[in-house]
């Protein structure tokens, strides 16, 4: 075989890897690439000589730690990156100042747990007894236990 169709071997398998790692999700096309890079490595022992498959393994292996270290470093200044901070809390409870026995309404349905509106604050709620409350049902809280808000519909 000779060098070029070797080397487009061993390229495309590194960019099917490289595709896999940072666009398609699953496996199949890293495995692929993982074969057609080997593939590549055989045929340059086999068709090139133990000198020059060595040669082509080593190169190879470098420029593939380059490639995907500069990668890796400059993914999260890409578009692909998120650059957000989650920020939000479950139930900050502090704040609510809820207490057993308020009333409100559910927000959206509740298989147990939705989410619900007290005192004009939207906090996620459970129903009791794994029950199922449609949305807008009123509601009224019946326990508040380590920041989980228990209710019933009236």
Known sequence: ???????LLMLSGTVLVFLELFFLPGIITGL???????W???EAFTSLGTNWGWIFLIVSIIVN?????????NLYRSRLANKENIDGRVNKLIKFDLQVGDKGQSLTDLRPEGRGVFKDEIVTVWSRGNRYISANEPL????????KIFVTNL
């Open 40 to 42: 590549g490595v055989y």
């Open 65 to 73: 730690f380059i490639v995907f270290f500069y990668a890796f470093k």
């Open 32 to 38: 692929i690439g993982i074969g057609l890079y080997s």
């Open 1 to 7: 075989m000779s060098v070029i169709a070797i080397l």
């Open 140 to 147: 009224i809280i019946t326990q508040i236990e380590h920041n």
